[in-house]
């Protein structure tokens, strides 16, 4: 079967640094990807990793340990507006195919 | 540039019944994928349209069907509905050759079955 683990919710403070990890089981890996979705709205692409190592897009980060089948996204100087939904999601060719069932980020004052 | 958009945006439906929910794909995209969001989990795959014709498909029966157009637009139609077929329903477009950055979401059909 195919699987992925994400931490349910995570309270961060504004300013502050979070990391939201992944975990999968799945045949057929072709990359895993993020993505957010606040309240109401529809998911918003982040980020994608097809290779070991980290991915940087301003203050958001990604990382893939293929061989751990793990990755994790990272937050820097979160704001408010980060509060949302956050989904990591495994590929296969040009399509992601599983999604986590998310991570609720709360950002607190 | 439009992106991706569907429609309706809310849809009351009663078991049994039937229901096509429709999606236009972003400008230059050509491969229209479904999901599945119940509330509080992750979109589930349903299928993905590509040249009009279904290329892949997730575990849902075949009470869930689909059909793209010659504009690449695209339907997602659901027979005998059942109360867990209540969810929000996007729509993804992406290019058929293109990278993995290109994949818009719409804003979603939300569905209640009663």
């Known amino acids: 079967g195919q699987s992925l683990e994400q931490p349910s919710e995570v309270t961060a403070v504004e300013g502050a640094i979070v990391q939201i990890n992944c975990t999968y089981q799945t045949s057929g890996f072709y990359g895993l990807s993020w993505y957010q979705q606040h309240d109401g709205g529809a998911p918003t692409f982040l980020s994608y990793n097809a290779l070991d190592g980290l991915e940087e897009t301003g203050r958001f980060s990604s990382f893939l340990s293929r061989s751990d089948s793990y990755g994790y996204l990272l937050l820097q100087e979160l704001q408010m507006k980060d509060s949302a939904s956050y989904f990591c999601a495994v590929w296969r060719g040009n399509t992601p195919l599983v999604f986590g069932k998310g991570t609720r980020l709360s950002v607190i004052a | ?114």
């Not at chain 2, 809310?10 to 479904?34: A, E, F, M, N």
């Not at chain 2, 659901?78 to 729509?91: F, I, P, Q, W």
């Open chain 2, 1 to 114: 540039d439009a992106g991706v958009t569907q429609s309706p945006t809310h849809l009351i439906k009663t078991r049994g019944q039937q229901v096509t929910l429709r999606c236009s794909p972003k400008s230059g995209h050509d491969t229209v994928s479904w999901y599945q969001q119940a509330l509080g989990q992750g979109p589930q795959f349903i299928f993905q349209y590509y040249e009009e014709e279904e290329r892949q498909r997730g575990n849902f029966p075949d009470r869930f069907s689909g059909h793209q157009f010659p504009n690449y637009s695209s339907e997602l139609n659901v027979n005998a509905l059942l109360l867990g077929d209540s969810a929000l329903y996007l729509c993804a477009s992406s290019e058929g050759t293109g990278g993995r950055e290109t994949q818009y979401f719409g804003p979603g059909t939300r569905l209640l079955v009663l």
